[in-house]
């Protein structure tokens, strides 16, 4: 009688065993597809950009500290070519008028310079590097390109009737809007020797501009 029963039991195990199993592995399969298959929605990022071979026109405006003749208003235009999205080579047309010297204040007298004389007018060559390109998020769906960079170059300025070799050198922040559309903020220090008091010096001439740029 017992062995009967054994085999009974045995049996009914048997039959039982598949489905048991079944379900197992269903939860099993469950189990991975959760954590295989997260249900997560992709957010699509509407960004601009400068590419290589992009060109850009700026108009520049702000302030310019001519040593020995005060802070002017500075207008500088600017024409720049990516040769990547992070190298970059420019012109920079420049224009300002300088002020009287504290020597011409204090004394009252005769002028140093004519009118002609003081227009502080300059070009330059210019190379430059993003040093820092980054993002700036807005929204969930928006963001916007950014870099900070530095660059430099030679050129000339014109001032007191004289042309001046002119070495300079600064950094910026560009902040580009759409694919045609940056805003550029940028500090830069021109370099030329003056000797207007008697004796040749080195002057440094720092400007502060900001500006648009058109990006095509």
């Keep these: 009688m017992e062995n009967g029963f054994r085999g009974l039991f045995l049996s009914l195990a048997l039959l039982a065993g598949p489905t ?6 269903q939860a099993a399969d469950e189990t991975d597809s959760a954590l295989i298959e997260p249900k997560i929605e992709r957010i699509e990022f509407d960004e601009a950009t400068i590419d290589a071979r992009d060109y850009e026109v700026a108009l520049m405006a702000g302030y310019l500290s001519i040593e020995d003749f005060g802070v002017q208003p500075l207008l500088e235009l600017r024409l720049s070519y990516f040769i990547t999205e992070n190298i970059f080579a420019g012109l ?15 004394t009252a007298g005769a002028p140093l310079l004519t009118p002609g004389e003081r227009d502080y007018q300059y070009y330059s060559l210019d190379i430059g590097y993003h040093i820092l390109p980054g993002e700036a998020f807005v929204t969930r769906t928006i963001t916007y390109n950014t870099a900070f960079y530095l660059s430099g170059g030679i050129g000339n300025t014109d001032f007191a009737g004289s042309d001046r070799f002119t070495l ?7 902040f580009l809007f759409k694919d045609w559309l ?11 020797d003056m000797d207007l008091f008697g004796e040749l010096k080195t002057t440094n001439n720092l400007q502060f501009t900001l500006g648009l740029g058109l990006v095509f």
């Design 168 to 174: 300079n050198y600064g950094a910026g922040y560009r």
């Design 92 to 106: 920079r047309l420049g224009q300002a008028t300088a002020g009287k010297t504290s020597y011409e204040v204090l």
């Design 20 to 25: 048991v199993q079944a379900a197992s592995d």
């Design 182 to 192: 940056d805003v550029t903020l940028d500090f830069r220090n021109n370099v030329h």
